[in-house]
């Protein structure tokens, strides 16, 4: 099967912050992201839980990890910037090379009104597509257990 994106995609974060604010939306952690963000903050895993996460139930009746919304909708992380820019959650980094966006260029095309650095800046090979891809598709979120 031939990938829409063979030829690679141009894609460039221009810092608009407009996947970090306006609409809601979840920003799942891992363990990994979890422990990153706890070493940049200087807390221990407990406080930055009850400081900056919410429980989401999913389809499964489990619930994940994933990091607070305020009331406009903007991360939690937000302030004129990433706060924890050095330690964003995978999920953060690997932004628009999602599962999701990368299946089609349907979706891919779709995406450009969430984000203007779609379709310009640099050209990124399949092979690094690929490796963001993977990257997000094995950051596998926190279960809660009850």
Excluded at 1 to 11: K, R
Excluded at 67 to 87: P, S
Excluded at 106 to 114: G, I, L
Aim: aromatic share 14%; net charge negative.
């Amino acid at each position: 099967m031939t990938l829409f994106f063979e030829n690679g995609l141009y894609f460039s974060c221009i810092r608009c912050s407009r996947c970090c604010r306006i609409e809601p939306g979840f920003v799942f952690l891992s363990q990994d992201d979890l422990t990153k963000l706890c070493v940049w903050f200087k807390f221990e895993e407990k406080v930055f839980i009850e400081k900056y996460c919410r429980e989401v139930s999913w389809n499964d009746g489990v619930s994940l990890l994933c990091l607070r919304e305020k009331e406009n909708n903007d991360c939690i992380l937000w302030d004129n910037g990433c706060i924890a820019y050095g330690a964003r959650p995978v999920q953060c980094t690997t932004y628009p090379f999602w599962t999701r966006l990368t299946s089609d260029l349907e979706s891919w095309s779709d995406e450009r009104h969430n984000c203007p650095g779609i379709g310009r800046g640099r050209l990124w090979t399949k092979e690094e597509i690929l490796e963001q891809v993977q990257l997000y598709a094995s950051n596998h979120p926190v279960y809660i257990k009850k």
